[in-house]
T-cell receptor, first 116, second 108 residues
Framework: DAMVIQNPRYQVTQFGKPVTLSCSQT?????MYWYQQKSSQAPKLLFH???????NEADTPDNFQSRRPNTSFCFLDIRSPGLGDAAMYLC???????????????FGPGTRLTVT | RKEVEQDPGPFNVPEGATVAFNCTYS??????FFWYRQDCRKEPKLLMS???SGNEDGRFTAQLNRASQYISLLIRDSKLSDSATYLC?????????FGTGTRLQVFP
């Protein structure tokens, strides 16, 4: 039944040690998003893929990278995690655009990242 | 001005109460509007889309006022299980902009 799956649900990494978070979807949606959410804050969009087209937000640090090898999977790579990168990382999908406006998004359960 | 603004709350209401949340947005070109619900340490879940004519889903009613650029969510007959943070979400071309959310706590 799960439509957007994220692994792992909890990840502990050391300061500066690269980490990869994964997301998969069974919805066959064109668009996949990665958000960072810290406590009591709105989800912050890091980047998204529209099919194979990568769209980076202007304020996303270079430390964050992403890969989408196929429609179903998307990965978030944090090359050198800092203490400030501890957060919930949410993957979301949507059907795409309708006349230039966004459809609703469906979220995975998130990966909670701790940096020690 | 923030793109999407909400009163953070918390709104503390007794079971059975009616509670309303408002949200304002800055982009007059926005076309899609949503309310999401987020439980503590969980992912946001779509509660309802908001249509120009207003729409209702059981105890939940959403309204859109384009002229004033605000969206509202009304919850009638509040249940304990309605306790959560409610996120107002507005589109900006190819992405959605999330408000910081309004926290609702329903008590017995």
């Amino acid at each position: 039944d799960a439509m957007v799956i994220q692994n792992p649900r909890y990840q502990v990494t050391q300061f500066g040690k690269p980490v990869t978070l994964s997301c998969s979807q069974t919805l066959n949606h064109n668009v996949m998003y990665w958000y960072q959410q810290k406590s009591s804050q709105a989800p912050k969009l890091l980047f998204h893929y529209y099919d194979k087209d990568f769209n980076n937000e202007a304020d996303t640090p270079d430390n964050f990278q992403s890969r989408r090898p196929n429609t179903s999977f998307c990965f978030l790579d944090i090359r050198s995690p800092g203490l400030g990168d501890a957060a919930m990382y949410l993957c979301a999908t949507s059907r795409g655009l309708a006349g230039g406006t966004a459809y609703e998004q469906y979220f995975g359960p998130g990966t909670r990242l701790t940096v020690t | 001005r923030k793109e999407v603004e909400q009163d953070p709350g918390p709104f503390n209401v007794p079971e059975g109460a009616t509670v309303a949340f408002n949200c304002t947005y800055s982009n007059s070109a926005s076309q899609s509007f949503f309310w999401y619900r987020q439980d503590c340490r969980k992912e946001p879940k779509l509660l309802m889309s908001v249509y120009s004519s207003g729409n209702e889903d059981g105890r939940f009613t959403a309204q859109l006022n384009r002229a004033s650029q605000y969206i509202s969510l009304l919850i009638r007959d509040s249940k304990l299980s309605d306790s959560a943070t409610y996120l107002c979400v507005v589109d900006n071309t190819d992405k959605l902009i999330f408000g910081t959310g309004t926290r609702l706590q329903v008590f017995p």
